[in-house]
Protein backbone atom coordinates (compact mmCIF):
# COMPACT_ATOMS: atom_id res chain seq x y z
CA UNK A 1 0.00 0.00 0.00
CA UNK A 2 1.49 3.54 -0.69
CA UNK A 3 1.86 6.49 1.62
CA UNK A 4 -0.87 8.15 0.17
CA UNK A 5 -3.25 5.13 0.28
CA UNK A 6 -2.26 4.24 4.18
CA UNK A 7 -2.80 8.71 5.27
CA UNK A 8 -6.02 8.13 3.23
CA UNK A 9 -7.14 4.73 5.17
CA UNK A 10 -5.18 6.67 8.68
CA UNK A 11 -7.89 10.01 8.02
CA UNK A 12 -10.57 7.80 7.45
CA UNK A 13 -10.27 5.84 10.84
CA UNK A 14 -9.69 9.27 12.64
CA UNK A 15 -13.19 10.45 11.18
CA UNK A 16 -14.97 7.74 11.96
CA UNK A 17 -13.23 7.68 15.80
CA UNK A 18 -14.60 11.57 15.49
CA UNK A 19 -17.66 10.50 14.79
CA UNK A 20 -18.09 7.60 16.94
CA UNK A 21 -16.63 10.05 20.01
CA UNK A 22 -19.57 12.57 18.30
CA UNK A 23 -21.96 9.95 19.12
CA UNK A 24 -20.99 8.82 22.33
CA UNK A 25 -21.06 12.70 23.43
CA UNK A 26 -24.19 13.24 22.09
CA UNK A 27 -25.80 10.09 23.70
CA UNK A 28 -24.10 11.46 26.78
CA UNK A 29 -25.37 14.47 26.75
CA UNK A 30 -29.39 13.25 26.44
CA UNK A 31 -29.11 11.04 29.38
CA UNK A 32 -30.75 12.87 32.01
CA UNK A 33 -28.42 11.41 34.75
CA UNK A 34 -24.79 13.34 35.45
CA UNK A 35 -21.93 11.35 33.90
CA UNK A 36 -18.30 11.59 33.94
CA UNK A 37 -16.05 9.82 32.48
CA UNK A 38 -12.29 9.22 34.45
CA UNK A 39 -8.99 8.12 33.31
CA UNK A 40 -6.74 5.32 35.56
CA UNK A 41 -5.53 8.93 37.86
CA UNK A 42 -9.39 9.09 38.87
CA UNK A 43 -8.82 12.84 36.81
CA UNK A 44 -12.26 13.53 34.96
CA UNK A 45 -12.07 13.53 31.32
CA UNK A 46 -15.61 14.41 30.73
CA UNK A 47 -18.74 15.07 31.92
CA UNK A 48 -22.28 15.18 30.08
CA UNK A 49 -24.44 18.51 29.45
CA UNK A 50 -26.79 17.77 32.32
CA UNK A 51 -23.82 17.45 35.26
CA UNK A 52 -22.71 20.87 33.67
CA UNK A 53 -25.89 22.24 34.28
CA UNK A 54 -26.17 20.50 37.84
CA UNK A 55 -22.73 21.73 38.93
CA UNK A 56 -23.64 25.51 37.75
CA UNK A 57 -26.84 25.13 39.32
CA UNK A 58 -25.44 24.20 42.52
CA UNK A 59 -21.90 26.25 43.01
CA UNK A 60 -19.48 23.41 41.99
CA UNK A 61 -16.84 25.87 40.62
CA UNK A 62 -14.67 23.40 39.40
CA UNK A 63 -17.18 23.20 36.28
CA UNK A 64 -15.93 26.73 35.19
CA UNK A 65 -11.85 26.12 35.78
CA UNK A 66 -12.31 23.24 33.05
CA UNK A 67 -11.66 19.64 33.41
CA UNK A 68 -8.83 17.45 34.46
CA UNK A 69 -9.62 17.79 38.44
CA UNK A 70 -9.10 14.88 40.54
CA UNK A 71 -12.41 12.87 41.17
CA UNK A 72 -11.35 13.06 45.00
CA UNK A 73 -11.75 16.69 45.23
CA UNK A 74 -15.17 17.31 43.33
CA UNK A 75 -16.22 14.28 46.01
CA UNK A 76 -15.08 16.82 48.73
CA UNK A 77 -16.95 20.08 46.97
CA UNK A 78 -19.89 17.96 46.42
CA UNK A 79 -20.12 16.17 49.93
CA UNK A 80 -19.20 19.73 52.07
CA UNK A 81 -18.51 18.94 56.00
CA UNK A 82 -19.21 15.40 55.20
CA UNK A 83 -15.31 13.53 54.88
CA UNK A 84 -15.87 10.49 55.53
CA UNK A 85 -18.94 10.17 52.26
CA UNK A 86 -16.16 11.59 50.35
CA UNK A 87 -13.24 9.06 51.58
CA UNK A 88 -16.05 6.25 50.31
CA UNK A 89 -17.09 7.39 47.24
CA UNK A 90 -13.03 7.40 46.39
CA UNK A 91 -12.26 4.51 47.74
CA UNK A 92 -15.44 2.44 45.73
CA UNK A 93 -14.49 4.18 42.94
CA UNK A 94 -10.93 3.08 42.96
CA UNK A 95 -11.35 -0.53 43.22
CA UNK A 96 -12.97 -0.55 40.32
CA UNK A 97 -10.55 1.50 38.16
CA UNK A 98 -7.98 -1.02 39.89
CA UNK A 99 -10.12 -3.69 38.98
CA UNK A 100 -10.82 -5.28 42.62
CA UNK A 101 -14.72 -4.78 41.86
CA UNK A 102 -16.73 -4.99 38.69
CA UNK A 103 -19.07 -2.00 39.92
CA UNK A 104 -19.71 0.50 43.54
CA UNK A 105 -22.83 1.94 44.51
CA UNK A 106 -23.88 4.32 46.95
CA UNK A 107 -26.41 6.81 48.25
CA UNK A 108 -25.43 10.25 49.53
CA UNK A 109 -27.52 13.29 50.26
CA UNK A 110 -26.83 16.84 48.88
CA UNK A 111 -28.02 20.15 50.68
CA UNK A 112 -28.87 22.61 48.08
CA UNK A 113 -30.34 26.32 49.29
CA UNK A 114 -33.51 25.19 48.98
CA UNK A 115 -33.69 21.49 50.14
CA UNK A 116 -32.07 18.34 50.32
CA UNK A 117 -31.92 16.12 47.44
CA UNK A 118 -30.78 12.32 47.41
CA UNK A 119 -28.39 11.16 44.93
CA UNK A 120 -27.11 7.64 43.73
CA UNK A 121 -23.45 7.46 42.80
CA UNK A 122 -22.88 4.15 40.42
CA UNK A 123 -19.70 3.53 39.00
CA UNK A 124 -18.37 0.88 36.36
CA UNK A 125 -15.11 0.24 34.61
CA UNK A 126 -14.30 -0.03 30.59
CA UNK A 127 -11.24 -0.08 28.81
CA UNK A 128 -10.19 1.88 25.87
CA UNK A 129 -6.88 1.24 23.79
CA UNK A 130 -5.73 -0.56 26.64
CA UNK A 131 -6.14 2.25 29.61
CA UNK A 132 -8.64 1.70 32.05
CA UNK A 133 -11.69 4.15 32.05
CA UNK A 134 -14.67 4.79 34.04
CA UNK A 135 -18.31 6.32 34.48
CA UNK A 136 -19.41 7.29 36.97
CA UNK A 137 -23.29 8.49 37.03
CA UNK A 138 -25.21 10.39 39.39
CA UNK A 139 -28.92 9.54 39.37
CA UNK A 140 -31.61 11.99 41.41
CA UNK A 141 -33.42 9.85 43.75
CA UNK A 142 -35.01 12.40 45.99
CA UNK A 143 -38.48 11.74 44.99
CA UNK A 144 -38.11 7.56 45.79
CA UNK A 145 -36.35 8.55 48.95
CA UNK A 146 -38.77 11.09 50.20
CA UNK A 147 -41.39 7.87 48.89
CA UNK A 148 -39.36 4.85 51.19
CA UNK A 149 -39.04 7.89 54.14
CA UNK A 150 -43.40 7.88 53.86
CA UNK A 151 -43.51 4.08 54.23
CA UNK A 152 -41.23 4.04 57.36
CA UNK A 153 -43.55 6.19 58.61
CA UNK A 154 -46.68 4.85 57.86
CA UNK A 155 -45.01 1.69 59.55
CA UNK A 156 -43.59 2.75 62.17
CA UNK A 157 -47.30 4.52 62.72
CA UNK A 158 -49.41 1.26 61.97
CA UNK A 159 -47.00 -0.68 64.66
CA UNK A 160 -48.01 2.14 66.97
CA UNK A 161 -51.65 1.55 66.56
CA UNK A 162 -51.20 -2.28 66.64
CA UNK A 163 -49.65 -2.03 69.61
CA UNK A 164 -51.78 0.26 71.29
CA UNK A 165 -54.65 -1.75 70.10
CA UNK A 166 -53.13 -4.69 71.76
CA UNK A 167 -53.09 -2.76 75.07
CA UNK A 168 -57.11 -1.31 74.66
CA UNK A 169 -57.79 -4.71 73.62
CA UNK A 170 -56.52 -6.20 76.94
CA UNK A 171 -58.14 -3.14 78.69
CA UNK A 172 -61.35 -4.71 77.26
CA UNK A 173 -60.25 -8.02 78.41
CA UNK A 174 -59.51 -7.36 81.95
CA UNK A 175 -63.14 -5.04 82.40
CA UNK A 176 -64.55 -8.37 80.83
CA UNK A 177 -63.08 -10.34 83.57
CA UNK A 178 -63.90 -8.41 86.50
CA UNK A 179 -67.41 -8.20 85.33
CA UNK A 180 -67.44 -11.79 85.26
CA UNK A 181 -65.72 -12.28 88.29
CA UNK A 182 -67.87 -9.44 90.15
CA UNK A 183 -71.19 -10.20 88.74
CA UNK A 184 -71.56 -13.49 87.32
CA UNK A 185 -69.47 -15.28 89.68
CA UNK A 186 -70.71 -13.52 92.92
CA UNK A 187 -74.17 -14.41 91.72
CA UNK A 188 -73.48 -17.97 91.08
CA UNK A 189 -72.22 -18.25 94.72
CA UNK A 190 -75.00 -16.67 96.35
CA UNK A 191 -77.75 -18.73 94.55
CA UNK A 192 -75.29 -22.10 95.61
CA UNK A 193 -75.72 -20.78 98.97
CA UNK A 194 -79.05 -19.92 99.22
CA UNK A 195 -79.94 -23.53 97.69
CA UNK A 196 -77.94 -25.04 99.76
CA UNK A 197 -79.72 -23.51 102.55
CA UNK A 198 -82.70 -24.74 101.13
CA UNK A 199 -81.40 -28.19 100.91
CA UNK A 200 -81.04 -28.39 104.92
CA UNK A 201 -84.26 -26.79 105.59
CA UNK A 202 -87.39 -29.59 105.84
CA UNK A 203 -88.32 -30.63 102.33
CA UNK A 204 -89.54 -34.40 101.36
CA UNK A 205 -86.24 -36.27 99.84
CA UNK A 206 -86.68 -35.86 96.09
CA UNK A 207 -86.97 -32.19 96.48
CA UNK A 208 -83.61 -32.08 98.57
CA UNK A 209 -81.99 -34.60 95.48
CA UNK A 210 -83.32 -32.20 93.10
CA UNK A 211 -81.47 -29.31 95.10
CA UNK A 212 -78.41 -30.95 95.41
CA UNK A 213 -78.42 -31.43 91.48
CA UNK A 214 -78.75 -28.20 90.96
CA UNK A 215 -75.82 -27.16 93.57
CA UNK A 216 -73.80 -29.57 91.57
CA UNK A 217 -74.83 -27.92 87.96
CA UNK A 218 -73.99 -24.45 90.01
CA UNK A 219 -70.10 -25.43 91.09
CA UNK A 220 -69.62 -26.31 87.53
CA UNK A 221 -70.72 -23.04 86.20
CA UNK A 222 -68.65 -21.15 89.29
CA UNK A 223 -65.51 -23.62 88.00
CA UNK A 224 -66.16 -23.04 84.07
CA UNK A 225 -67.06 -18.86 84.88
CA UNK A 226 -63.44 -18.98 86.99
CA UNK A 227 -61.66 -20.52 84.36
CA UNK A 228 -62.84 -18.14 81.46
CA UNK A 229 -61.95 -15.36 83.67
CA UNK A 230 -58.47 -16.47 83.41
CA UNK A 231 -58.71 -16.87 80.19
CA UNK A 232 -59.95 -13.91 79.41
CA UNK A 233 -57.83 -11.83 81.69
CA UNK A 234 -55.52 -14.02 83.88
CA UNK A 235 -55.94 -12.23 87.36
CA UNK A 236 -51.59 -13.16 88.19
CA UNK A 237 -50.80 -10.44 85.77
CA UNK A 238 -52.63 -7.84 88.21
CA UNK A 239 -51.98 -9.02 91.47
CA UNK A 240 -49.05 -10.99 91.89
CA UNK A 241 -45.12 -10.13 90.38
CA UNK A 242 -43.99 -10.41 86.92
CA UNK A 243 -42.44 -13.44 87.96
CA UNK A 244 -45.60 -15.28 88.97
CA UNK A 245 -47.23 -14.70 85.93
CA UNK A 246 -44.13 -16.09 84.03
CA UNK A 247 -44.75 -18.81 86.54
CA UNK A 248 -48.72 -19.19 86.00
CA UNK A 249 -48.20 -19.30 82.45
CA UNK A 250 -45.32 -22.34 82.36
CA UNK A 251 -47.79 -24.46 85.02
CA UNK A 252 -50.84 -23.90 82.45
CA UNK A 253 -49.40 -23.83 79.19
CA UNK A 254 -45.95 -25.59 79.04
CA UNK A 255 -46.46 -28.34 82.00
CA UNK A 256 -49.84 -29.07 81.08
CA UNK A 257 -48.46 -30.28 78.12
CA UNK A 258 -46.21 -32.47 79.48
CA UNK A 259 -42.56 -30.59 78.80
CA UNK A 260 -39.72 -30.60 81.31
CA UNK A 261 -39.63 -27.31 82.31
CA UNK A 262 -36.69 -25.26 84.18
CA UNK A 263 -37.49 -21.94 85.46
CA UNK A 264 -34.80 -19.78 86.41
CA UNK A 265 -35.18 -16.22 87.76
CA UNK A 266 -31.75 -13.82 89.29
CA UNK A 267 -33.67 -12.45 91.81
CA UNK A 268 -32.89 -9.29 91.14
CA UNK A 269 -36.49 -6.59 91.05
CA UNK A 270 -37.41 -6.05 87.81
CA UNK A 271 -40.19 -3.75 87.64
CA UNK A 272 -42.31 -3.02 84.65
CA UNK A 273 -44.40 -0.72 83.34
CA UNK A 274 -48.41 -2.01 82.88
CA UNK A 275 -47.76 -1.39 79.26
CA UNK A 276 -44.77 -3.44 79.18
CA UNK A 277 -46.25 -6.00 81.40
CA UNK A 278 -48.89 -6.82 79.26
CA UNK A 279 -47.22 -7.04 75.90
CA UNK A 280 -44.61 -9.17 77.52
CA UNK A 281 -47.04 -11.68 79.22
CA UNK A 282 -48.75 -12.21 75.93
CA UNK A 283 -45.26 -12.37 73.78
CA UNK A 284 -44.16 -15.18 76.27
CA UNK A 285 -47.35 -16.63 76.03
CA UNK A 286 -47.70 -15.98 72.41
CA UNK A 287 -43.58 -17.91 72.22
CA UNK A 288 -44.62 -20.83 74.87
CA UNK A 289 -47.75 -22.06 72.58
CA UNK A 290 -45.56 -22.16 69.62
CA UNK A 291 -43.44 -24.17 71.65
CA UNK A 292 -46.16 -26.41 72.60
CA UNK A 293 -47.47 -26.33 68.78
CA UNK A 294 -44.94 -26.76 66.91
CA UNK A 295 -41.25 -27.48 68.41
CA UNK A 296 -41.90 -30.88 69.06
CA UNK A 297 -39.70 -30.49 72.17
CA UNK A 298 -38.87 -32.39 75.41
CA UNK A 299 -37.37 -29.90 77.14
CA UNK A 300 -38.11 -26.52 77.67
CA UNK A 301 -35.77 -23.56 79.61
CA UNK A 302 -37.74 -19.97 80.34
CA UNK A 303 -35.30 -17.66 82.18
CA UNK A 304 -35.69 -14.20 83.36
CA UNK A 305 -32.98 -11.98 84.78
CA UNK A 306 -31.98 -8.24 84.59
CA UNK A 307 -29.39 -6.56 82.78
CA UNK A 308 -28.54 -3.46 83.84
CA UNK A 309 -31.72 -1.33 83.06
CA UNK A 310 -33.40 -4.01 81.13
CA UNK A 311 -34.58 -7.34 81.56
CA UNK A 312 -33.89 -10.06 79.80
CA UNK A 313 -36.34 -13.04 79.14
CA UNK A 314 -36.09 -16.34 77.35
CA UNK A 315 -37.36 -19.54 76.01
CA UNK A 316 -35.02 -22.04 74.78
CA UNK A 317 -36.34 -26.03 73.53
CA UNK A 318 -34.92 -28.53 72.43
CA UNK A 319 -37.05 -29.31 69.44
CA UNK A 320 -36.91 -28.61 65.98
CA UNK A 321 -36.14 -25.63 65.93
CA UNK A 322 -37.94 -22.33 63.84
CA UNK A 323 -38.83 -22.78 60.33
CA UNK A 324 -37.00 -20.67 58.44
CA UNK A 325 -37.77 -18.93 55.10
CA UNK A 326 -37.87 -21.65 51.89
CA UNK A 327 -40.68 -23.26 53.41
CA UNK A 328 -44.46 -22.94 52.88
CA UNK A 329 -46.67 -24.85 55.07
CA UNK A 330 -49.70 -23.57 57.22
CA UNK A 331 -47.43 -23.76 60.87
CA UNK A 332 -44.46 -22.03 59.41
CA UNK A 333 -46.68 -19.31 57.74
CA UNK A 334 -48.60 -19.00 61.60
CA UNK A 335 -45.10 -19.02 63.12
CA UNK A 336 -44.23 -16.48 60.86
CA UNK A 337 -46.78 -14.14 61.41
CA UNK A 338 -46.55 -14.86 65.44
CA UNK A 339 -42.87 -13.73 65.62
CA UNK A 340 -44.03 -10.44 63.33
CA UNK A 341 -46.45 -9.55 65.69
CA UNK A 342 -44.11 -10.25 68.78
CA UNK A 343 -40.97 -8.46 67.72
CA UNK A 344 -43.74 -5.52 66.59
CA UNK A 345 -44.63 -5.65 70.06
CA UNK A 346 -41.30 -5.45 71.87
CA UNK A 347 -39.98 -2.62 69.44
CA UNK A 348 -43.22 -0.76 70.79
CA UNK A 349 -41.78 -1.04 73.92
CA UNK A 350 -38.08 0.01 72.95
CA UNK A 351 -36.80 -3.48 73.38
CA UNK A 352 -35.26 -6.10 70.98
CA UNK A 353 -36.24 -9.52 69.76
CA UNK A 354 -33.71 -11.91 68.75
CA UNK A 355 -33.67 -15.73 68.00
CA UNK A 356 -30.44 -17.87 67.65
CA UNK A 357 -30.29 -21.82 67.79
CA UNK A 358 -29.96 -22.91 71.21
CA UNK A 359 -27.12 -25.60 72.01
CA UNK A 360 -30.00 -28.47 72.13
CA UNK A 361 -30.45 -28.47 68.40
CA UNK A 362 -33.90 -26.13 69.59
CA UNK A 363 -34.01 -22.58 69.16
CA UNK A 364 -33.04 -20.08 71.80
CA UNK A 365 -35.32 -16.89 71.67
CA UNK A 366 -34.26 -13.60 74.08
CA UNK A 367 -36.29 -10.54 74.77
CA UNK A 368 -34.88 -7.33 76.14
CA UNK A 369 -37.50 -4.91 77.56
CA UNK A 370 -36.87 -1.70 78.93
CA UNK A 371 -37.20 -1.80 82.82
CA UNK A 372 -38.97 1.15 84.64
CA UNK A 373 -36.52 4.14 84.84
CA UNK A 374 -35.63 5.37 88.67
CA UNK A 375 -34.66 1.71 89.98
CA UNK A 376 -31.68 1.38 91.21
CA UNK A 377 -32.25 -2.42 91.94
CA UNK A 378 -30.04 -3.64 88.93
Not at 199 to 209: P, R
Not at 265 to 287: C, I, Q, S, T
Not at 290 to 310: S, Y
Not at 332 to 337: D, L, R
Amino acid sequence: MSDRARIAALSQSVQEMKREAAFLKSALDAVSANIAILDESGQIISINNEWRRFAKANGLEWVDQGLGRNYLEVCQEAAGEDAEMARAAYKGLRAVIDRKRAEFAMEYPCHSPDKKRWFQMRATRFEEMGSVRAVVTHVNITERKLAEQKILQYQKRLRTLSSELTLLEERERRRIAADLHDNLGQTLAMAKIKLGALGESDCSAAGAEFVKEVVTLIEESIRYTRTLTSEVSPPVLYHLSFESSVEWLVENILEKAGLVVTLEDDGKPKPLGDDARVLLFKAMRELMINVVKHAHARNVRVALCRQGDRMLAQIEDDGAGFAWPGTESHSVKEQKYGLFTIRERVNYLGGRLEITPSSSSGALVSLWVPLLKGDAGG
